[in-house]
């Protein structure tokens, strides 16, 4: 287990442990108080791992990409702060504990799980320009990635799809997780160029190659983009 996956296991574990000893009827009421000072903490703490999280996997999302999880986190830790009390029947706070503990284990099955990341709380600093310094394997493809992003952005998809060849070409066989997913993306927006391009058939080539390389990878983004792919052949070329 990675430290990051550490890191978001221990509160799970804990929260959902609390949670749990609170469905017993005969708890004093000094547990629940004790309960809301724990876990509302760790409900934030959540919060910021999460978003964290969508940083490091789905850089080019965030922040429009925080609405799921770190939505969930925010909300229950508001609803179990102890300083502004939400009251309600011992029937209701025993359904949102189970409610609680069953959604943090799909939280641990389908994000933490796989995560094989690190918690990325800022952007790292830029690397420097001066003579004698280069970048990395990663900022370098990452630096590619965004002026191809840029040339899409602006309906050039010709030179976007030049610039994407010229970086699968030079980073395609890297073995390094960090460039193997920005190569990832590198073959996906160059389908997607092609299609821009009415070039349907060399497009669905491309989202096959694209399939057969990462539906192994069980990873966000790429669960979703391989989905995507498979949407993308079935429009573009329809079965007869």
Known sequence: MTTAQKNLTIPIITISL??????????????YVFLRLICSPLLLTLFFFSI?????????????????WPGFFVVFALLYN?????????????????????????????RVRPFEGTLVFSEPPKPSTAPGKTLSDYDAAWEL??????????????????????????????????????????????????SKLDRKEEAAKVYLAFIDKY???????????????REAISRNLPSN
């Open 215 to 229: 539906r192994g990878l069980k990873m966000e983004p790429f669960i979703e983009l391989v989905q995507l792919a």
């Open 18 to 31: 609390m949670m749990a000893w609170a469905l017993f009827p005969h708890n004093p009421y000094g547990y």
């Open 82 to 110: 102890p300083l502004v009390q939400v009251h309600l029947t011992r029937g209701i706070w025993s359904v949102l504990n189970i409610a609680t503990i069953i959604l943090l284990a799909v939280f641990w099955l389908i």
């Open 145 to 194: 990635l965004n002026q191809a992003k840029g040339l899409f952005d602006g309906g050039q998809f010709g030179e976007s799809t030049k610039l994407l060849d010229q970086l699968i070409g030079k980073y395609g066989k890297i073995k390094k997780l960090d460039v193997e997913r920005i190569v990832g993306r590198a073959i996906f927006c160059k389908a997607v160029n092609l």
């Open 52 to 68: 964290a999280m969508i940083k490091f996997t789905r850089k080019a999302e965030y922040p429009n990409d925080l609405f799921g």
